[in-house]
């Protein structure tokens, strides 16, 4: 039988099927058995499935015909397309043919099939649906539809309002296990949004085009009643309509400190702040409070503080040039800058303040802290006499001021001691007006001098004891002036009538004048 049947093809070949009749003939002769009722009317056309001379061609056969099956082993799709096995086992493996016009040639067993294989996995409750819920009789599995509206159209109650991905919702748990991620949408639900029913925001199940702005739903919550805009969430927050978020430190050029914290926002914001612009001075809210009437300018700060407007921080020391000691502490702004303490400059000399004070009818302006201090202008009186020119020593030290400053002026004052001393002088200025060659500070009446050291005349013999006042007969206006030879005080003494001069040391001594002794001529 083989060799009758090689032997035909042989013929078949030579003669290339020179006539239809022969080739129908010829085929239903050697054909195993009627195709099924679907390939019926290729069944005299064996070309369409069989390709004598080469078997693996019989594949591309089939898929030139089942178009989608081909299009999905090619796309990686379907159940042909996903399962590997099948891109390398020929169709006839699985689909036997040529077993009459009812024959099964699909073998689907509902039992055994992977559905892993297919698009569509089956997860939790659909793994317990029958399959002909899906798969309507009478049309192809690959008919079923992907789509969950498809089969749940009665379980929407969107009423298909959210278009038909059902996904994004739901899931295949249960149809009422909602897992929606807003978080993917362009609004984030946060705070207490998340805790929020869907229908509060998309009322009649309205999810398109649903406003982002807070103040379509929050315009009964608006304090403000409009006045700052519609961008609530520059202050507010999602975890709570109290709870604001804005920081006025960091989100404006502004810090609140001190009881600016507590303040009501329409304390200072009267209108919408992000059009009507406020002034940071402090005089634009504090006017009232301002008891200097604008004198002090408009720098507020530089005195006061947030905590308390009657606290005031302003150090005289450190912010100005000039410190504020003693009895000047307690002393009232006002007292010293008494016009715009911007405009009005004030001189730092105490008589430009203290000018009534004067006893010294100004005749020490520039100079009043060298006695007087702050603790007190009529006390603790203090002045260095030592750095003048004429340091106190001895009782000076304990002599009151106005005993040698009886007019109470400190200038232009004789140093001299004549000037203080004429009455105490019983040489009756006849020693001159040197009284310190003699006298010194501890007391008048102690007085050393030496004639030998202080003077070119020294005083031996008689001369000893002679009483100052012999020889300093005349009051003189300066230095002493008086002769030194012994004719200056002993003319009246010479009994020669000046014939031998002037020099009588020459025969007299000191110890007697009449004792005459000639040593030389």
């Not at 693996?56 to 030139?64: A, E, H, I, P, V």
């Not at 009782?395 to 001299?416: G, R, S, V």
Request: aromatic letters at 8%; one cysteine or more; a positive charge.
């Amino acid at each position: 039988m083989k060799r009758i049947f090689y032997s035909l093809l042989y013929y078949v070949f030579l003669n290339t099927f020179s006539t239809c009749a022969i080739a129908d003939s010829f085929e239903s002769l050697i054909m195993p058995g009627p195709v099924i009722e679907g390939h019926a009317k290729y069944e005299q056309d064996c070309k369409q499935c069989h390709n004598v001379f080469n078997k693996k061609d019989q594949n591309k056969l089939c898929l030139s015909c089942h178009k989608e099956i081909n299009k999905d082993i090619k796309n990686n799709l379907g159940y042909h397309g996903k399962y590997k096995i099948i891109k390398q086992t020929e169709c006839y493996s699985c689909h036997i043919e040529h077993k009459g016009r009812s024959a099964d040639i699909v073998k689907l067993d509902n039992k055994t099939f992977q559905h892993d294989l297919t698009d569509f996995k089956l997860n939790h409750a659909h793994k317990n649906v029958k399959c002909s819920s899906c798969h309507i009789k009478n049309k192809k599995h690959r008919e079923a539809s992907h789509q969950c509206s498809s089969c749940h159209k009665d379980d929407d109650t969107h009423k298909g309002k959210l278009g038909k991905k059902c996904g994004s919702c739901h899931n295949e748990k249960s149809w009422s296990d909602i897992s929606f991620d807003h978080d993917k949408t362009d609004f984030s639900l946060t705070g207490k949004h998340s805790k929020t029913s869907c229908n509060s925001c998309h009322i009649n199940n309205k999810y398109a085009k649903t406003p982002k702005k807070c103040n379509t739903c929050h315009a009964i919550d608006d304090v403000h009643k409009g006045k700052n805009g519609k961008n609530c969430n520059k202050c507010h927050n999602s975890r709570g309509w109290k709870k604001l978020k804005f920081d006025h430190d960091k989100d404006t050029k502004f810090k609140l400190t001190g009881r600016h914290k507590k303040q009501s926002c329409k304390s200072c914001h009267p209108k919408n702040p992000y059009k009507v612009k406020v002034k940071k001075t402090c005089i634009s809210c504090h006017l009232a409070d301002d008891k200097h009437k604008t004198n002090y300018g408009k720098k507020c700060q530089s005195c006061h503080s947030t905590k308390r407007w009657s606290q005031i921080t302003f150090n005289h020391k450190r912010d100005t040039k000039y410190a504020l000691t003693g009895q000047h502490k307690k002393v009232n702004c006002n007292s010293c800058h008494t016009g715009n303490i911007s405009k009005q400059k004030l001189s730092t000399k105490c008589y430009s303040c203290h000018k009534l004070d004067d006893v010294h009818k100004s005749k020490t302006e520039s100079s009043c802290n060298k006695c007087h201090s702050t603790q007190s202008w009529h006390l603790k009186i203090r002045f260095d006499h030592d750095l003048t020119s004429f340091p106190l020593l001895g009782l000076h030290a304990i002599t009151a001021c106005h005993d040698c400053h009886q007019d109470q002026q400190y200038t232009n004052i004789q140093k001299d001691c004549v000037s203080c001393h004429k009455k105490d002088d019983v040489h009756k200025q006849r020693l001159g007006s040197n009284c310190e060659q003699c006298h010194n500070p501890n007391d008048w009446k102690i007085w050393q001098f030496e004639h030998e050291k202080e003077t070119s005349f020294k005083l031996d013999g008689a001369h000893e004891k002679i009483h100052c006042h012999s020889c300093h007969q005349d009051p003189v206006e300066d230095g002493i002036e008086i002769g030194q030879t012994c004719g200056s005080c002993h003319a009246d003494d010479d009994v020669h009538n000046n014939q031998f001069g002037q020099r009588c040391e020459q025969c007299h001594n000191t110890s007697n004048f009449n004792h005459v002794e000639i040593t030389d001529f």
